[in-house]
């Protein structure tokens, strides 16, 4: 059984580039989140997606966006970037929207670098 | 809204010797409380959580955490430390009315010493 899967594993971008990372959830789960983790800190939310709708949101600037296809794997677009979008980036998922009691099992990354 | 502490930005232990990794939350209702282990190039793996019931949790690996409400705590603790626990561990809080929206701490980085 795979788990959650991420890709590309890294990412260069000059400021002002698009960026798209790619999710795939774990079998049988339909709700994805992502987050950002900058250099020594902790994950920070930036959105969750179910039914392919975007269901919550972080602190996180319009630039970021999303999207949830049928099979339930998900994308982040990030545009215009700045230097200080250069983060690991999680995707976790997890079987529904039934809240905190459920596990959220986490992909390894995307480490993105804005230079 | 809300927060997660980890006060303890880097621990060194030696290998067989006791853990404890501190962890303070602020949050008005009743929290879900997380331990999450991040290795190197890894993901970020579940260690236990506490929903309700017995404040004291066991997780994988043979780590423990005890939730205290009367200090906002849930420390981890482990009495002895193996080699491969070296890594980096978050505390994370949920609830509720933010879904599966966590919010989590700084970390806690762990150097294991022979």
């Known amino acids: 059984d795979a788990g959650v899967t991420q890709s590309p594993t890294h990412l260069i971008k000059t400021r002002g580039q698009q960026v798209t990372l790619r999710c795939s959830p774990k079998?049988?789960?339909?709700?994805v989140s992502w987050y950002q983790q900058a250099l020594g800190q902790g994950p920070q939310f930036i959105f969750q997606?179910?039914?392919?709708?975007?269901?919550q949101r972080g602190n996180f600037p319009d630039r970021f966006s999303g999207h949830q296809f049928p099979n339930y794997s998900s994308e982040l677009n990030v545009n215009a970037l700045l230097l200080g979008d250069s983060a690991l980036y999680l995707c976790?998922?997890?079987?529904?929207?039934?809240?905190?009691?459920?596990?959220?099992?986490f992909g390894p990354g995307t480490r993105l670098t804005v230079l | 809204a809300q927060s997660v502490t980890q006060p303890d930005i880097h621990i060194t232990v030696s290998e067989g010797a006791s853990l404890e990794l501190r962890c303070n939350y602020s949050?008005?209702?009743?929290?879900?409380l997380f331990w999450y282990v991040q290795s190197p190039g890894q993901g970020l793996q579940l260690l236990l959580k506490?929903?309700?019931?017995?404040?004291l949790v066991q997780g994988i690996k043979g780590f423990e955490a005890e939730f205290k409400r009367s200090q906002s705590s849930f420390n981890l603790r482990k009495p002895s430390v193996h080699w491969s626990d070296a890594a980096e561990y978050f505390c994370?809080?949920?609830?509720?009315?933010?879904?599966?929206?966590?919010?989590f701490g700084t970390g806690t980085s762990l150097t294991v010493i022979p």
């Open positions: 949050y008005g209702a009743t929290p879900y």
């Open positions: 506490y929903f309700s019931g017995d404040t």
């Open positions: 079998s049988g789960h339909d709700t």
């Open positions: 976790a998922s997890s079987p529904g929207l039934a809240g905190p009691f459920d596990t959220q099992y």
């Open positions: 997606y179910y039914e392919e709708e975007e269901r």
């Open positions: 994370a809080v949920g609830a509720w009315d933010t879904g599966n929206q966590f919010y």
